[in-house]
């Protein structure tokens, strides 16, 4: 803290002191109200004067001191209660003489119960005509400046609880991320989908292409890994007989941080028997624009410099028919180019990437894809036809056994869904999972590790299943408005302070 917080510390400790020797508890265990300060606004709000003055509301509210005005022996005082402000109206000799000493001990920040009745004052302000006033915590450390509030980034990522006394729109970033989450349990429950949990802490390091955290269960002496995706449990309730389930869950990656990347974040996941990607598409479409309707009722979001349009239908391109379409310059890569090994090396060289490891052609086309493609995908666009050594888990298309059936979902350039008909034929899933070993072997730590116990619950059939995983965070992201992970994360990691 600086000087000017030490001495404003000083002097609110003191005024603690002072409050408790009159007689009020420093740190009260209770008190009963009779509505919110949003409840007492959203009610009365057009009630005029006199129809105040004949019901006579009587009101007990608590709430957080945003400003304090004295005049002589009367004063206001501003309080809220994080989404609302209402205003209170002390006169020194309606209330005693105890209750005006503490009111004139209370400090911006400090939170106090208020009891009194209803009235508009002079200028037309909703305001509590104060008869009882309680101490309810006392703010030692000042609060941010109403006028200049608290911008700093890194002291609102740090210090959260600061950042929603000072900005009441992070608050309704988050009210919204929960109405987003609890639309999507709607959804999914009104289509006969069943809610399920499942281990965060995993004997293997498997599910989807990551670096894991790594942990120790001492009792079991065995190694642990945070989980970096539920898919493989899922999928092993499919075989069970569960032919719909959803998860919202917590993933962990241990990898790098950014705007889009927080190393745990939620995702949610969903599994339906009998069904391929195709369908998971056009339930994804249903999905994100119930949601929009719901939460922002509006089809068109500005986001960033773009206006997302959500009408479907939503775009759907081949892999290489995008790498095509955003091809720098006239001259464009054929299909055929973008399919043969040596082909695909000598375009990547062409655009200056650096391909040395790269030893698939499946992997030197999503490499132009991320380079070329993905930065101008800014409307709703599902990306289909993946190559299989990209896609470990998928099953084979029909048409073209080079390309999986699978899709992911791109909105304003960021992957916001993942999706594929699953692969369900056990030797073909441990030989993909042999051959992302071998990926391992030769340095890939993200390659994924072989799952014997998945294999075997394939061995004892799941029928033909279609898959997804939807970063929620990224779609929060999307329907608030933020262009950061940290915006829409209550608590972010990052460094420890010095």
Not at 325 to 350: D, I, Q, R, V
């Amino acid at each position: 803290m600086n000087e000017i917080e030490n001495d404003q510390t000083e002097q609110r400790r003191r005024n603690l002191e002072q409050i408790v020797s009159l007689g009020y508890a420093a740190y009260p265990h209770r008190y009963d109200f009779t509505h919110t300060i949003s409840q007492i606004v959203s009610k009365y709000a057009a009630a005029s004067r006199e129809e105040l003055e004949a019901e006579q509301v009587r009101v007990r509210v608590a709430g957080r001191i945003r400003a304090i005005r004295k005049m002589g022996r009367a004063a206001f005082i501003t309080y809220s209660d994080g989404r609302e402000s209402l205003q209170i109206y002390i006169r020194s000799n309606e209330v005693g003489e105890r209750t005006w000493q503490l009111f004139n001990l209370l400090d911006l920040g400090d939170l106090i119960g208020a009891g009194g009745y209803l009235f508009r004052t002079k200028t037309g302000e909703l305001s509590i005509h104060l008869s009882e006033l309680e101490f309810l915590a006392k703010a030692l450390l000042p609060p941010p400046d109403k006028y200049y509030g608290l911008h700093d980034k890194e002291t609102r990522y740090r210090q959260r609880y600061v950042d929603l006394i000072a900005n009441r729109q992070v608050r309704e970033v988050f009210e919204k991320r929960a109405a987003i989450i609890r639309e999507t349990r709607r959804f999914f429950d009104e289509r006969g989908y069943l809610e399920v949990e499942t281990p965060m802490l995993t004997p293997l390091a498997t599910g989807a292409a990551a670096r894991p955290f790594v942990t120790h269960h001492n009792a079991l002496d065995i190694t642990l890994y945070a989980r970096i995706a539920p898919e493989l449990y899922l999928k092993r309730l499919v075989v069970g007989g569960l032919d719909r389930v959803y998860e919202l869950n917590r993933n962990f990656r241990n990898e790098g941080l950014s705007i889009k990347h927080n190393p745990e974040f939620t995702m949610l996941e969903f599994y339906q028997a009998y069904s391929d990607y195709c369908a998971l598409m056009d339930l994804t479409e249903e999905l994100l624009c119930t949601l929009v309707d719901k939460v922002c009722r509006a089809r068109v979001l500005d986001y960033g410099e773009h206006k997302i349009t959500f009408e479907r239908p939503w775009r759907r391109l081949t892999m290489r028919e995008a790498v095509m379409e955003y091809w720098p310059g006239t001259c464009k890569p054929s299909l055929g180019e973008l399919t043969e090994f040596e082909s695909l090396k000598m375009l990547a060289a062409s655009l200056g990437l650096e391909t040395n490891g790269v030893s698939t052609a499946g992997a030197l086309l999503g490499l132009l894809f991320e380079h070329v493609a993905e930065p101008h995908l800014i409307q709703p666009t599902f990306i289909t036809e993946f190559p299989i050594e990209l896609s470990p888990l998928s099953k084979r298309s029909e048409h073209d056994s080079r390309f999986a059936d699978r899709f992911e979902l791109f909105i304003s350039n960021m992957e916001i869904a993942n999706g594929f008909s699953e692969l369900n034929d056990p030797v073909e899933q441990k030989q993909r999972f042999e051959e992302q070993m071998r990926l391992r072997e030769c340095g890939d730590e993200e390659a994924m590790v072989i799952d014997l116990d998945y294999v075997r619950a394939l061995s004892y059939g799941m029928p033909p299943t279609a898959g997804e995983g939807i970063g929620i965070d990224r779609l929060v992201m999307l329907l608030t408005g933020q262009r950061s992970i940290r915006d829409v994360i209550l608590f972010p990691h990052m460094r420890p302070e010095r």
